[in-house]
């Protein structure tokens, strides 16, 4: 069993096994004709469960032909130019390589003894991107696991910061007086990190939004005024740059501002948004983002990383300190001293894979402009789908697109009310999933059903788009005639 080992007297197998595994993908992604099979949970579910995981089959291509069984023919693949539905990219080959690279040498990124140039390639890569943002000279950051991870080190660090030195701050419960103001379009990993900070149920405010999906500033100065008048303290805004839903980018400058007039800390959570860093053409859509305090983006979602890539970012490195512990085993407190760079200091994690090395081989290879071309051109694509959907009487389209999604909804010309015509989106997309055809995803506007297109391959083209639309069209058409039937 040693012999399956990766060291210096293996390297033969290890080349052999790998390139085995490599090839089988690669003839997979040049002959998938479908982003999905179809396949159901109860058609996939028993060849798993017969699968005994005490019984090893010893041999790569086996294990690799029961993987093509189980997993690789059924799997949904982003790469696919009709998978539209969340927010997963199709992913890079310089990226993939530093994957490979990464997991062979299983650097762990939080102290330098376990990593040496790998911590000085993650650093770089925090202040390029730091730089790009504008967030100054003090800025710093560290890689997480995704946004979800950044947002709550974010909010971590912002109720960190708002408790007041005053007295009697501490008596009661002082958490309970901290608020966070977030627009209804926010992402939920807001909530949950409210949630894990032992903020109350009510500590997250949401702020309408405009019509263009956008918060309101004139709402959020009213929600911080009443907060400050009513003796609560409000501890963070977050702005969205890049909502899930509507890719819609909340007003930056006008909140950085009101942030600054009521000393609250400001979040952005431009996990969507961030590949605007890189654009050539709409990097001034993030305008205002170089005011933040703290920045959540996600190269996993619009820099075409694999999963998982992402970051958080601060203005003020020393804000960072929230998040550092010593162990005397791996980072004692005499090491800051003598200056030796652990990353675990200013991270919530402790071993920590060294995903950084794959935004810096795209870098190295295709430059930031490549990344930003790649993104520009699914935004302008979204341009055009809004077009067809805007032109087209069977859809309904909710905001014109500023990233690369487009949230509507079929409303079939023999619909007879709103219940029907959700019931009728419903059942198009679970159609269009169990077809392959295409992968879209669904939301909920102003609680009715809407269908989403979330706009990341650049391989789409606008008459993929239309021949999707049709699909729907088609499916939904087909539900009416058959609640028809039913009826009659
Ligand atoms: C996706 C997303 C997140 C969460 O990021 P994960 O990487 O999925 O954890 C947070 N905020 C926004 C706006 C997002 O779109």
């Excluded at 979602?301 to 992402?310: E, I, L, R």
Aim: glycine share 6%; with cysteine; net charge negative.
């Amino acid at each position: 069993m040693r012999s399956h080992l990766l060291n210096g007297l293996t390297t033969e197998h290890y080349r052999s096994s790998v390139t085995e595994g490599v090839e089988r993908v690669a003839a997979k992604l040049a002959t998938t004709d479908r982003p999905f099979t179809g396949v159901t949970v109860d058609a996939l579910t028993p060849r798993v469960d017969a699968i005994d995981l005490d019984r090893p089959l010893g041999d790569t291509a086996a294990v690799l032909d029961e993987l093509e069984d189980v997993y690789l023919k059924d799997a949904v693949y982003f790469h696919h130019p009709r998978y539209l539905a969340h927010l997963n990219c199709p992913v890079v080959i310089p990226a993939v390589l530093g994957e490979a690279v990464l997991s062979a040498v299983n650097s762990s990124l939080d102290t330098w003894d376990q990593s040496a140039g790998g911590t000085l390639i993650e650093r770089k890569l925090i202040d390029w991107t730091a730089r790009r943002i504008g967030l100054g000279p003090a800025a710093d950051g560290v890689f997480t696991s995704g946004g979800t991870q950044s947002n709550l080190q974010a909010l971590l660090l912002a109720r960190e910061e708002a408790k007041p030195g005053r007295a009697g701050w501490e008596e009661g419960d002082p958490l309970a007086k901290l608020r966070i103001f977030a627009s209804e379009a926010s992402h939920f990993s807001v909530q949950k990190s409210a949630r894990l900070l032992g903020l109350r149920q009510e500590a997250v405010v949401p702020v309408p939004v405009d019509h263009d999906k956008r918060m309101q500033t004139v709402a959020l100065a009213h929600e911080l005024e009443r907060c400050t008048r009513d003796g609560l303290v409000p501890m963070a805004v977050v702005a969205t740059a890049g909502t899930t839903d509507f890719g819609s980018i909340d007003p930056l400058p006008e909140i950085a501002e009101l942030c600054a007039r009521y000393g609250v800390w400001l979040h952005v959570d431009a996990a969507y948004g961030c590949g605007l860093l890189a654009s050539l053409k709409y990097r001034d859509r993030l305008a205002g983002i170089e005011r933040a305090d703290s920045v959540t983006v996600d190269y996993h979602k619009s820099f075409f990383q694999p999963v998982s890539s992402s970051a958080v970012l601060v203005k003020d490195a020393a804000t960072l300190r929230h998040a550092t512990y010593h162990a005397e085993y791996l980072n004692p407190r005499r090491m800051v001293h003598e200056r030796i760079p652990n990353q675990v200091d200013k991270s919530l994690q402790t071993t920590r894979r060294f995903d950084a090395l794959k935004l810096w081989m795209t870098l190295r290879v295709m430059g930031a402009d490549g990344i930003g071309q790649l993104f520009d051109e699914v935004c302008d694509l979204a341009a055009e789908g809004w077009k067809l959907l805007a032109a087209d009487p069977r859809f309904d389209v909710v905001v014109e697109p500023t990233l690369s999604t487009l949230v509507f909804r079929c409303i079939p010309a023999a619909v007879t009310g709103p219940a029907e015509i959700d019931r009728a989106n419903l059942y198009a997309r679970r159609a269009l999933f169990a077809s392959g055809d295409a992968v879209v995803a669904g939301t909920k506007v102003g609680g009715r059903h809407y269908l989403k297109f979330t706009l990341l391959n650049p391989e789409t083209t606008a008459a993929d788009i239309a021949a999707v639309l049709d699909l729907i069209a088609g499916h939904a058409e087909q539900y009416l005639g058959e609640s028809l039937d039913r009826a009659s």
